[in-house]
């Protein structure tokens, strides 16, 4: 019974750490300095509680192991959707398509989105460059749109620093 508790310890608190870490990488990128010094303070402190206990039972209690690596794993998994959910940064969306330009940016424009056009020549010919500014949440929802529509368009992404003016979906015009 001691072992399968020790076990689901270890499990959860590698879930926590691995999590705070992710969270931590996101506060470094947006340069809020004070916020990724104190989730690591708690993401270490976590880390170096678990890690010991797993290597001072790592003869009797195999099943800590495993539970290591699973709880890596699912904090992986869960600290990136959190961070999907918190994060309101903003993308340039840069899709390029050959034949249904009309048809993405109709589509798109009715979904709400601001839609800019523009032509360009790639490689092979004519091309039309159409350009979303939008929360990164919104990527999935225009994927669809966008490969449902024409499934050899090329899609790229920019995050975006600061922005003023224009139409963004889903934020109000002050």
């Not at 993401?43 to 195999?62: A, G, K, P, W």
């Not at 959190?82 to 969306?93: A, Q």
């Not at 009309?102 to 490689?123: H, K, N, P, S």
């Not at 449902?148 to 139409?167: C, E, V």
């Amino acid at each position: 019974m001691q072992i399968a508790l020790w076990s689901l310890a270890i499990f959860f608190g590698r879930i926590a750490d691995v999590t705070l870490g992710t969270l931590r990488i996101n506060f470094i990128v947006k340069h809020r300095k004070v916020f990724a010094a104190l989730v690591g303070f708690i993401e270490v402190t976590i880390f170096i509680l678990v890690i010991s206990r797993v290597i001072q039972d790592i003869n009797s209690n195999i099943f800590g192991v495993f539970a290591y690596g699973a709880g890596f794993a699912s904090g992986t998994a869960i600290g990136m959707t959190i961070s999907d959910k918190l994060s309101r940064d903003m993308i340039s969306i840069n899709i390029i398509t050959k034949k249904k330009e009309q048809a993405i940016t109709d589509m798109l424009r009715e979904a709400g989105f601001g839609a800019t056009t523009y032509q360009g020549v790639g490689r092979e010919g004519r091309v039309c460059v159409i350009n979303v500014v939008c929360k990164q949440s919104c990527l999935t929802q225009i994927n669809k749109i966008v490969f449902d529509i024409d499934s050899s368009a090329f899609l790229y992404t920019n995050p975006l620093g600061t922005q003023r003016g224009g139409y963004l979906y889903g934020i109000k015009k002050k």
